[in-house]
């Protein structure tokens, strides 16, 4: 089959059925980068490179022959014209959230409720977004980007916060709805894996000590220190102004180990995928070793389309050892 694309950039269509324009296309999607990007080598004397323009909307379609899945969507944040060629670099939804500073303050919401509001804001779509911790007070200042709060409340939640292909925000726990197989003498090009090591145990101390009665009473100051734990052993410790009683100290806590249980990292370059996705799985088949046994959280998706290499993609992805 032939790998095949399309490129939607404010009222144009750049595609192999319309044009030549494209010489290279990569795209990086997922939760290891603040926002997903997009870059396009286009000819220098390209009709539609003169049409472009900072901030028009972008969408990317890949896959083979008439069968394309969404990898992207975003707006141009920059475009580098050079002799032989013109560059177009794009940003994802999450760059809006990356740009943007307020002042807030949450009383009694969930961290769903919390980051909802914050994307609106910033006029951000949202899709799935689940409650998370309730929080008593949480403070949003211009000190952070919005996206930084957002991304705090999902680790504080033993959640991912990223962007669809579709440009709509996902927070929410890792529940995978599609599993792909990636095979050695099949799809699999190259693979690199690593085991590191990690803390056994996590601590979460409250900034200014307050109620330990739980979230629905009043955080009136008192003496008591509030702390919570999850794990035994030597623990990573986090102090947390956002934290007010013990219930939600370990709530947090058991979040935050589950965040750094996945010790087991592996890179995947694989036959141009256009269906795995982040936060997918995938089950690694055909490989002797231990560390590439099971089934893997899918964290980024890198993929590339050029005239040397044809379409590839870049898989990161981890698991529990």
Same mark, same amino acid.
């Given at each position: 089959?032939? &790998?095949?694309? %399309? $490129?939607?950039?404010g009222?144009?269509?750049? @595609?192999?059925?319309?044009? #030549? !324009? *494209?010489?290279?296309? /990569?795209?990086k999607?997922?939760?290891?980068?603040?926002?997903?990007?997009f870059?396009?080598?286009l000819?220098?004397?390209?009709?539609?490179g003169?049409?472009?323009?900072i901030?028009?909307?972008?969408?990317?379609?890949?896959?083979?022959?008439?069968?394309?899945?969404?990898?992207?969507?975003?707006?141009i944040?920059?475009?580098?014209?050079?002799?032989?060629?013109l560059r177009?670099?794009?940003l994802?939804?999450?760059?809006?959230?990356l740009?943007?500073?307020?002042?807030?303050?949450?009383?009694?919401?969930?961290?769903?409720?919390?980051?909802?509001?914050l994307?609106?804001?910033?006029?951000? &779509?949202?899709? %799935? $977004?689940?409650?998370?911790?309730t929080l008593a @007070?949480?403070?949003?200042? #211009? !000190? *952070?980007p919005?996206? /930084?709060?957002?991304?705090?409340?999902?680790?504080?939640?033993?959640?991912d916060?990223?962007?669809?292909?579709?440009?709509?925000?996902?927070?929410?726990?890792?529940?995978?709805?599609?599993?792909?197989?990636?095979?050695?003498?099949?799809?699999?090009?190259?693979?690199?894996?690593?085991?590191?090591?990690?803390?056994?145990?996590?601590?979460?101390?409250?900034?200014?000590?307050s109620?330990v009665?739980?979230?629905?009473?009043?955080?009136?100051?008192?003496?008591?220190?509030?702390?919570?734990?999850?794990?035994?052993?030597?623990?990573?410790?986090?102090?947390?102004?956002?934290?007010?009683?013990?219930?939600?100290?370990d709530?947090?806590?058991?979040s935050?180990?589950?965040?750094?249980?996945?010790t087991?990292?592996?890179?995947?370059?694989?036959?141009?995928?256009?269906?795995?996705?982040?936060?997918?799985?995938?089950?690694?088949?055909?490989?002797?070793?231990?560390?590439?046994?099971?089934e893997?959280?899918?964290?980024?998706?890198?993929?590339?389309?050029?005239?040397?290499?044809?379409?590839?993609?870049r898989?990161s992805c981890?698991?529990?050892?």
């Amino acid at each position: 089959m032939r &790998p095949n694309y %399309e $490129v939607l950039v404010g009222n144009l269509t750049i @595609s192999s059925a319309q044009n #030549e !324009d *494209l010489e290279e296309l /990569e795209v990086k999607a997922g939760m290891d980068t603040p926002a997903d990007n997009f870059t396009a080598i286009l000819a220098a004397d390209s009709d539609v490179g003169g049409e472009l323009k900072i901030h028009d909307s972008i969408t990317v379609k890949l896959g083979y022959e008439s069968e394309l899945e969404p990898s992207f969507c975003g707006t141009i944040d920059r475009i580098e014209a050079g002799v032989t060629s013109l560059r177009v670099l794009g940003l994802g939804q999450t760059g809006k959230l990356l740009n943007h500073r307020l002042n807030q303050i949450y009383l009694n919401q969930t961290a769903g409720e919390i980051v909802k509001d914050l994307c609106h804001r910033c006029r951000v &779509p949202t899709g %799935e $977004v689940h409650d998370g911790i309730t929080l008593a @007070s949480f403070v949003v200042t #211009e !000190d *952070l980007p919005a996206y /930084e709060y957002a991304r705090g409340l999902a680790e504080r939640s033993g959640f991912d916060f990223y962007s669809t292909p579709e440009g709509n925000m996902t927070f929410a726990r890792y529940k995978p709805k599609h599993v792909e197989d990636l095979e050695y003498g099949l799809n699999v090009l190259s693979i690199e894996s690593a085991r590191v090591s990690r803390p056994r145990a996590v601590k979460v101390f409250g900034e200014s000590p307050s109620s330990v009665r739980g979230v629905a009473t009043k955080h009136w100051l008192t003496k008591n220190m509030v702390e919570g734990s999850a794990g035994r052993g030597q623990a990573v410790v986090y102090v947390d102004s956002a934290v007010r009683d013990k219930d939600t100290a370990d709530a947090v806590a058991r979040s935050r180990l589950r965040h750094i249980e996945h010790t087991i990292h592996v890179t995947v370059s694989t036959i141009g995928d256009p269906y795995v996705k982040a936060g997918d799985a995938v089950r690694l088949k055909g490989f002797n070793h231990k560390l590439l046994e099971g089934e893997f959280k899918v964290e980024t998706v890198e993929q590339s389309l050029n005239r040397q290499f044809g379409y590839t993609t870049r898989i990161s992805c981890s698991r529990e050892a």
